[in-house]
């Protein structure tokens, strides 16, 4: 134990918990590269403003968990607690929208940044895959990035999660019923924050997690009734792609989102097997988001999927990946002359793309079988001076445990074929 310890609200990866995690990203990751999706990536803080702006001032993300600081030369920066603003800030930055054809398809993968009150599933740090396709509005697109997040929980194993699926509206009627909103929460029993956030944001008021609010909330108008003809028709274009693709979804009229920028198309992964924080991932439309830093209007979607709870889930259903064994062969060499050639074959194993492993620091047989054991490597190459001598290796099959000579030469050929 060292004097320093993990700052609150964050935890360390390690193997060979770490090697779930890689595969949940690239588990995620996979539909959307496969589906015109290209990499980006963005530096893990941003100046404050675009997230105050982006995000919305409004939001607990923003007025309250956000790491903000002032660096020595003077700017106001901020970690970032979500990707979307990033990824649009920096699209718009190097023209994306204007170099190729609409809509510019990127995914992400990183870490996040928030102060929150720490518990299961929720951290200071967490990571997350996201996927923005910007620049069109297409409700394909949506039910695009719908399907692909669904495809992506179900190439992992997970079969206890439901999608919520929402409509916020656009800027014609989303005022509209704001207003409606509004008037009927100046009539409740609110606390001050409450009301302040009323007056923000009211349809924020809606996602309050209170009962003794939930019960005052039964009568407010519905979202529903408001939205215009055009945002009716997109929502049901969505609904019927999705339908049709297979994908089963609930509509949640409750369903808002703790982000500002959303119109339209909102959706939320959530997983039974979670207890409180039982959001695995969530996005949706922003369209306005755009001009709101500054840019053209660019309607677009995205999506960002935690890959901390994503792992949760698989534990809350007890899915255990199958991992290959990331080590094919481990040499154990017996006796310096032995370890330098068995080094020699280890390196050419490597170059051949065999993922090879060694008994390093001149370890006896006993301990040296032990870490060949504890590798899960497929065979042990094993040599005394004997074995060198004759010219041979004896490749040990660490599953059925049966040894044979090989001989040296040729020896990478012969492991390979083996292996294939
Ligand atoms: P959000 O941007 O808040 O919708 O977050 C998208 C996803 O990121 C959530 O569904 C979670 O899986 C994950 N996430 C957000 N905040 C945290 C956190 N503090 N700790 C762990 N995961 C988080």
């Given at each position: 134990m060292s004097t320093f310890q993990a700052p609150r609200g964050t935890y360390d990866l390690l193997p060979p918990?770490?090697?779930?995690?890689?595969?949940?990203?690239?588990?995620?990751?996979?539909?959307?590269?496969?589906?015109?999706?290209?990499?980006?990536?963005?530096?893990?803080?941003?100046?404050?403003?675009?997230?105050?702006?982006?995000?919305?001032?409004?939001?607990?993300?923003?007025?309250k968990e956000m790491y903000a600081f002032t660096t020595k030369g003077g700017d106001e920066l901020a970690?970032?607690?979500?990707?979307?603003?990033?990824?649009?800030?920096?699209?718009?930055?190097a023209n994306l929208h204007k170099a190729g054809s609409l809509p510019v398809k990127l995914w992400y993968s990183g870490s996040y940044y928030r102060y929150e009150r720490p518990q299961k599933g929720r951290y200071r740090?967490?990571?997350?895959?996201?996927?923005?396709?910007?620049g069109m509005e297409d409700p394909a697109l949506d039910a695009e990035l719908i399907i692909l997040a669904d495809q992506a929980y179900r190439a992992l194993g997970l079969r206890n999660f439901r999608i919520l699926l929402n409509s916020l509206g656009d800027k014609e009627c989303r005022p509209v019923y704001r207003a409606a909103l509004q008037e009927f929460l100046a009539g409740l029993d609110l606390d001050e924050d409450t009301v302040r956030r009323a007056e923000i944001n009211p349809l924020r008021v809606l996602d309050d997690k209170r009962d003794a609010v939930q019960k005052q909330l039964a009568g407010a108008?519905?979202?529903?009734?408001?939205?215009?003809?055009?945002?009716?028709?997109?929502?049901?274009?969505?609904?019927?792609?999705?339908?049709?693709?297979?994908?089963?979804?609930e509509d949640d009229e409750k369903?808002?989102?703790?982000?500002?920028?959303?119109?339209?198309?909102?959706?939320e992964f959530v997983h039974d097997g979670l207890g409180s924080q039982s959001a695995v991932g969530g996005g949706g439309r922003y369209d306005g988001l755009s001009e709101m830093i500054g840019g053209p209007a660019l309607p677009s979607v995205g999506w960002a999927l935690g890959v901390d709870r994503t792992v949760l889930a698989l534990q809350a259903e007890?899915?255990?990946?199958?991992?290959?064994?990331?080590?094919?062969?481990?040499?154990?060499?017996?006796?310096?002359?032995?370890?330098r050639v068995l080094f020699g074959v280890v390196t050419d194993l490597r170059k051949a793309g065999v993922a090879a492993d060694f008994a390093f620091g001149g370890k006896g047989l006993k301990a040296a079988m032990k870490a060949a054991n504890r590798s899960g490597a497929k065979y042990?190459?094993?040599?005394?001076?004997?074995?060198?001598?004759?010219?041979?290796?004896?490749?040990?099959?660490?599953?059925?445990?049966?040894?044979?000579?090989?001989?040296?030469?040729?020896?990478?050929?012969?492991?390979?074929?083996r292996l294939a």
């Open positions: 918990d770490s090697a779930t995690f890689l595969a949940v990203r690239e588990a995620i990751s996979a539909p959307l590269r496969d589906s015109g999706y290209g990499y980006i990536e963005t530096p893990g803080f941003e100046n404050v403003e675009l997230f105050a702006r982006g995000v919305g001032e409004s939001t607990d993300i923003v007025s970690l970032r607690p979500e990707g979307t603003a990033s990824v649009l800030r920096a699209t718009l930055e740090h967490f990571s997350q895959v996201g996927a923005e396709a910007i108008p519905a979202l529903r009734d408001y939205l215009c003809e055009a945002c009716k028709a997109y929502h049901e274009q969505v609904r019927e792609l999705l339908t049709a693709a297979g994908v089963v979804f369903l808002v989102r703790g982000l500002d920028y959303y119109t339209r198309t909102t959706f007890g899915i255990t990946l199958e991992l290959p064994s990331s080590t094919s062969v481990f040499a154990v060499p017996l006796g310096e002359e032995t370890r042990a190459l094993i040599a005394g001076e004997r074995d060198l001598a004759e010219g041979v290796v004896q490749l040990k099959d660490m599953v059925s445990g049966e040894q044979t000579a090989v001989a040296l030469e040729g020896i990478v050929e012969a492991v390979r074929s």
